[in-house]
């Protein structure tokens, strides 16, 4: 198995709608990481950056058109990528970034039903890099959870924001969106299913990691 102490950056992205039980184990891998003698920088989107904590507060809180929405996202991506992302990557780190541009295309593109073209420039725009090519995740694991279950869990975690606040068929299209950026560029999503006890899914999340020679087993650290 490849050494994962002389691997180069990371990228790694985690998808899924609210309530699907992500942070629980972005968190472990944090752990499990630290643990193998990586240097890992946890983050998010939109946010990890103060500037982009801003933006994220205007878009979580205040009401505008989809358009709008999409075009602070990107704001904030770019803004993430120049500050935190590239810098940690140069610098050989693991990145686990809570949500990236999938999330934008589920839910600005599917669930709000914005023009998924426009998104698309915009991601070449945003995410382009020196080199050429567009920045994405070396690995995005998509916590596929049914929305009524998400819907479930959530009623009592916090007050809603305007996402989360949505009916269930606006997260039934968010999953549909997920799903279509799955079936568009298989070679880096792993579909998680969620809606299993939470040791369950961290051994199939932590099992991704290892199969790519990213963790030693738990037997051999």
């Known amino acids: 198995m490849t050494d994962p102490l002389a691997h180069p950056g990371l990228f790694i992205s985690f998808e899924g709608i609210d309530g699907a039980g992500k942070s629980t184990h972005i968190a472990r891998l944090v752990d499990a ?7 890992v920088t946890l983050t998010r989107e939109p946010g990890g950056t103060p500037l982009a904590e801003k933006l994220r507060a205007l878009v979580l809180g205040d009401a505008m058109d989809p358009l709008c929405e999409a075009l602070l996202m990107f704001a904030a991506r770019r803004n993430h990528l120049q500050q935190v992302i590239e810098p940690a990557l140069t610098s050989g780190e693991v990145v686990l970034c809570d949500r ?12 709000r039903g914005f023009d998924l073209g426009v998104l698309r420039q915009l991601e070449t725009w945003v995410q382009a890099l020196p ?3 567009v920045r994405q995740p070396d690995l995005t694991l998509w916590f596929d959870l049914p929305p009524e279950t998400a819907a479930a869990r959530l009623v009592t975690a ?3 924001d305007r996402f989360e606040s949505q009916p269930v068929a606006f997260f ?3 999953a549909a969106g997920y799903a279509h950026r799955m079936q568009e560029q298989p070679q880096r999503f792993v579909r998680i299913a969620a809606d299993q006890p939470v040791d369950a899914v961290w051994r199939g999340v932590r099992a991704v990691f290892e199969s790519r020679g990213w963790l030693r087993s738990e037997g051999a650290e």
């Open 33 to 39: 990481f630290r643990a193998q003698g990586r240097t």
């Open 100 to 111: 990236f541009t999938d999330a934008t295309v589920a839910y600005q593109g599917f669930g």
């Open 131 to 133: 080199q050429g090519g």
């Open 158 to 160: 916090r007050a809603p």
């Open 172 to 174: 039934s299209r968010v």
